[in-house]
């Protein structure tokens, strides 16, 4: 069992950067894709970055391509996303994730653990 605290939300500006963690207690951290998923205001959860146990397969939502990086140290059992060129639309509560399995996944329902979420708002 893998259970993510999140950290490192806060309030920015647009064209700012952040890094979120997500520090992730349990044994099968290593073994387990992680992914990063956001809530706005009146929307539904969607898929922001994904990453396998490894480290060497990521995926990202469309919005965010090329602006999030998505990285993780197993010895530290944290993966992280990098930020950069904020902008109001990614104002959000991001959460952390965890997978029972190795392989990346942009599926919610994929996931079996979930962090209690970090607020990220950035200001025009």
């Known amino acids: 069992q893998v259970q993510p605290v999140e950290s490192g939300g806060g309030l920015v500006q647009a064209g700012d950067s952040l890094r979120l963690s997500c520090a992730a207690s349990g044994r099968t951290f290593s073994s387990s894709a992680m992914g990063w998923f956001r809530q706005a205001p009146g929307k539904e959860r969607e898929f922001v970055a994904t990453?396998?146990?490894?480290?060497?397969?990521?995926d990202y939502g469309e919005s965010v391509k090329g602006r999030f990086t998505i990285s993780r140290d197993n010895a530290k059992n944290t993966v992280y996303l990098q930020m950069t060129r904020l902008k109001p639309e990614d104002t959000a509560i991001y959460y952390c994730?965890?997978?029972?399995?190795?392989?990346?996944?942009?599926?919610?329902?994929?996931?079996?653990?979930w962090g209690q979420g970090t607020q990220v708002t950035v200001s025009s």
């Open positions: 994730a965890a997978r029972a399995g190795m392989t990346s996944s942009t599926l919610q329902s994929a996931y079996n653990y």
């Open positions: 990453i396998n146990w490894s480290g060497s397969i990521t």
